[in-house]
């Protein structure tokens, strides 16, 4: 009697996060082959998601990228097991984040600024689990989406590389004249080279 009723209710709540991504789906007119692609699954996959006679997913990558791709935090999936090491706060993904409100861009409509095959990548980038582009070129490309100017994307391009040097062990204050001297030749390039 007693697993009757947990398999009840473990029913609904399938139904509950199978019609929540069938709605979002349908709502944002999204083909299941492109949702496939931002999330890093088969077609076949997403056809078990929004299948409410089937298990929903219960893994922790793929309920990000779902959760990512439909703006709403993961744990409102009722199959959503907070990991033991989340991931960390990062300055300089919140600043792309508040680009990307500024130009009232929804997830959905600034992955479908890029070609299909680099939209996981970007899902991955925005979850917090793959790190911004140091690669000054694919971080200019985020910013001529989001038209952040070229001192604004510089300053973000040379955070995200201070935060790569100090993870490297680089020591900043104690290499301050390198350190600045570095900047000056990347900012140089950046906004003179990258304009032509």
Do not use: C
Request: no cysteine; aromatic share 10%.
């Amino acid at each position: 009697m007693k697993d009757r009723k947990n398999n009840k209710q473990k029913q609904k709540i399938n139904q509950k996060s199978s019609k929540k991504v069938s709605d979002f789906l349908e709502k944002n007119h999204i083909h299941k082959k492109d949702f496939a692609l931002m999330i890093g699954v088969t077609l076949s996959y997403v056809y078990n998601l929004i299948d409410d006679a089937i298990a929903f997913s219960t893994r922790g990558t793929t309920l990000e990228r779902i959760a990512t791709v439909m703006d709403i935090m993961p744990e409102e999936f009722d199959e959503y097991v907070i990991p033991s090491d989340p991931i960390p706060y990062n300055k300089n993904l919140e600043a792309l984040k508040e680009y990307m409100r500024q130009k009232k861009l929804s997830t959905v409509d600034f992955l479908k600024k890029f070609e299909r095959k680099k939209r996981l990548q970007i899902v991955d980038i925005l979850r917090g689990a793959q790190p911004l582009y140091i690669n000054f070129a694919e971080l200019k490309n985020i910013g001529e989406i989001l038209a952040i100017t070229d001192e604004e994307l510089f300053g973000l391009w040379k955070n995200i590389f201070a935060d790569y040097l100090e993870e490297g062990n680089f020591d900043i204050q104690a290499n301050q004249g390198l350190y600045d001297a570095m900047m000056k030749g990347a900012q140089k390039f950046a906004l003179t080279t990258q304009n032509k």
